[in-house]
């Protein structure tokens, strides 16, 4: 069997020969080289052509952000990010780096975790990582992706929106921001966000999702009302199902589902419960199935569903899932889904259905 052969980006000699001792004592993994810089990752990235990066976010000479965003232009790897940047300005560069095409995140090891833990945790997902395919730079490809699409083989009616509900996982940054940008700027409905983030690089999201366009974006407080976060998108806190029960949105420590929490599944559930025909509901790229069910659930209660289509998708899981399940009134690509939303959602409705 083929190895993942892996680039290890590191500044830090004692981090980076950790990583490397990890990676070589996999018998699947073949260390394909180091680098201590951002312009050493991307001179040996063209060189080398590894199945996957680790790369920190803080390096010398070149950031990993900037190293991101050129290798995934110029010679596209899947990138996972190895970090122990917790401040607001360095988890953001970590945010920028997953919009611009880097998979996945992981917090570098603290000490704290039990023995082998960590390393088996580093080593799963440097082997999710390399199952997946990358192109381009994602807003490169998507700024750029003018093949024509099929056309519908019916149209989509019009609904009377009182509530848009997002689910997104691998990926899910850059394609939160090309939805939202879609929007048109009268769009009324409140928007709820489900994305798989962990802890702690979660703590920030919102607050960066918040500069990425004119739309207000914010963590909701336990027992707020629904209809107050009208035109602004509610996101669901690290570690904290997000639902909605009787208009207002509620925060719960519920099981996880799917191995996640939160989990789009159980806002999408709650969603069709109060909302029916006025809800709609979006699936965009991610890994697994969370959400396909509570899609359903919105589709078979009237509601207007989307799933991202696999051409734009960084990982066509949760929304081929969708798909399948025929939870999906319609599969788009990834820049089409703002305009169709505003186009068929006008009309709004104050309350559950």
């Known amino acids: 069997m083929k190895k993942i052969r892996v680039l290890v980006v590191e500044d830090s000699l004692t981090m980076r020969k950790r990583l490397c001792e990890v990676l070589a004592d996999d018998p699947e993994i073949e260390l394909a080289g180091e680098a201590t810089d951002g312009k050493e990752a991307i001179e040996l990235c063209r060189k080398l052509r590894p199945d996957v990066v680790t790369i920190d976010m803080i390096l010398p000479v070149m950031s990993g952000l900037a190293a991101t965003e050129y290798i995934m232009a110029h010679c596209p790897t899947p990138i996972l990010v190895v970090s122990s940047s917790f401040n607001r300005g360095e988890l953001f560069k970590t945010y920028d780096a997953l919009a611009a095409g880097a998979v996945d995140v992981l917090e570098k090891p603290t000490g704290d975790e039990p023995d082998g833990v960590w390393e088996r945790t580093f080593v799963a997902q440097v082997k999710l990582v390399a199952r997946i395919r990358v192109i381009t730079h994602p807003r490169l490809r998507l700024a750029g992706f003018n093949r024509p699409w099929p056309a519908p083989t019916a149209p989509m009616r019009e609904r009377r929106t009182a509530v848009l509900a997002i689910g997104a996982s691998t990926g899910g940054p850059a394609a939160i921001v090309e939805v939202l940008r879609g929007l048109p700027g009268a769009f009324e409905p409140p928007i709820l966000f489900v994305l798989h983030i962990g802890e702690p690089f979660g703590a920030s999201f919102a607050d960066w999702l918040d500069g990425q366009t004119s739309r207000r974006v914010a963590y909701p407080r336990d027992g707020d009302p629904v209809a107050a976060a009208s035109g602004r998108v509610v996101m669901a806190p690290p570690g904290q199902h997000l639902v909605v029960r009787a208009g207002r949105l509620r925060l719960t420590l519920d099981p996880e589902r799917h191995s996640c929490r939160p989990s789009v599944d159980v806002l999408f559930e709650s969603v069709a419960r109060e909302y029916g025909q006025a809800a709609a509901a979006v699936l965009l790229t991610g890994m697994g199935r969370d959400g396909a069910a509570g899609l359903l659930d919105i589709r078979r209660?009237?509601?207007?569903?989307?799933?991202?289509?696999?051409?734009?998708?960084?990982?066509?899981?949760?929304?081929?899932?969708?798909?399948?399940?025929?939870?999906?009134?319609?599969?788009?690509?990834?820049?089409?889904?703002?305009?169709?939303l505003g186009a068929l959602t006008a009309a709004k409705v104050e309350g559950p259905a």
């Open 301 to 340: 209660a009237g509601g207007l569903t989307i799933a991202q289509d696999e051409a734009t998708s960084v990982v066509y899981g949760m929304p081929h899932e969708a798909v399948a399940l025929g939870a999906a009134e319609r599969s788009l690509p990834l820049k089409e889904i703002g305009p169709v």
